[in-house]
């Protein structure tokens, strides 16, 4: 795995030299995904950000044809944890963090596109999460973690994450577009996933966007061409899944072998710019002793003075 994904980098270093001149930020996007403020109830899939600096030469409404040509730097951050993190049952799962720093790239030489990357996952309590969390329970509430949770959690370590997905867009009308998609990931979690995004409206249509991992939402990397008014965001997508290292083989409890999302989204715009995203995603249980699903939620928000 580190060889592929030493490889990868090599590559993509070679393409970014390449065009390195010419190369100009064409956006940014950051989004963050919280059950604060999905369910409400601070558990499992608990919190996570995710942010995309996008560079190329150009942009002209979509990835351009040849690969390397738009590099994506991405920083994610995440935690999981037990429902409860105070005193958690015997049979859940443990507490975990983790924030990794990757290389991409998105290319489109047909009516097809695709994006191809690869993470640096550093894990373990070296990546200091849980006391942004604690900060952040000062003004949301929540419980923070115990030291015995604390104590028990994913231990520290550095990981190499390759990923792959390829999409269609398919134009349902003037402002519906259907786009299934496929996706591959190997490393920290290593599943294969089919699914679909179902937009109304004009978000994604020229811009760039970028699947979360988490909820599978996607974020507003590089901005659409002006336009103003609401878009109505639909998707689900279905996983097989081979291994994670947040739930080991030695675990006490078991890894699903199937995963399902559900999620939704409402994106407005302004005539100035101004833009805002809200969505909900049902996330499917993930190990064995789960007892059902959760709800989290994912904003967005970008500003135009």
Request: hydrophobic share 40%.
């Amino acid at each position: 795995m580190y060889r592929l994904a030493l490889a990868f980098c090599a590559l993509l270093l070679v393409s970014f030299e390449g065009h390195a001149a010419e190369r100009t930020k064409q956006g940014f996007g950051l989004m963050v995904t919280n059950d604060s403020i999905g369910d409400n109830r601070d558990r499992w899939r608990t919190g996570s950000f995710e942010s995309s600096w996008i560079f190329a030469p150009d942009w002209n409404g979509q990835a351009p044809a040849r690969f390397g040509e738009l590099i994506e730097l991405r920083i994610n951050g995440e935690i999981v944890g037990p429902a409860n993190v105070i005193a958690p049952a015997s049979l859940d799962r443990r507490y975990g963090q983790a924030l990794s720093f990757g290389l991409h790239t998105h290319f489109q030489p047909g009516a097809v596109d695709y994006a191809f990357g690869v993470d640096a996952v550093v894990t373990g309590s070296q990546v200091g999460l849980d006391n942004v969390q604690d900060f952040v329970h000062i003004f949301l509430g929540g419980r923070d973690a115990s030291t015995g949770v604390l104590a028990s959690q994913l231990s520290n370590g550095i990981h190499a994450n390759a990923v792959f997905e390829a999409g269609r867009r398919f134009q349902l009308g003037t402002a519906t577009q259907l786009r299934p998609f496929l996706e591959a990931r190997a490393g920290t979690e290593t599943l294969a996933r089919v699914g679909f995004d179902l937009t109304f409206g004009h978000f994604g249509s020229s811009g760039l966007l970028v699947r979360t991992p988490t909820s599978g939402q996607r974020l507003s990397a590089v901005e659409d061409a002006p336009y103003s008014g609401f878009s109505f965001l639909l998707g689900a997508d279905v996983a097989y899944v081979d291994s994670s290292i947040y739930i080991a083989s030695n675990a006490p409890v078991r890894l699903e072998d199937y995963r399902a999302r559900a999620r939704a989204g409402l994106h407005w715009r302004s005539q100035a710019g101004t833009a805002a995203f809200y969505g909900v995603t049902w996330l499917s249980e993930e190990f064995n002793t789960q007892p059902e699903g959760q709800v989290v939620g994912s904003l967005q928000l970008r500003v135009k003075f």
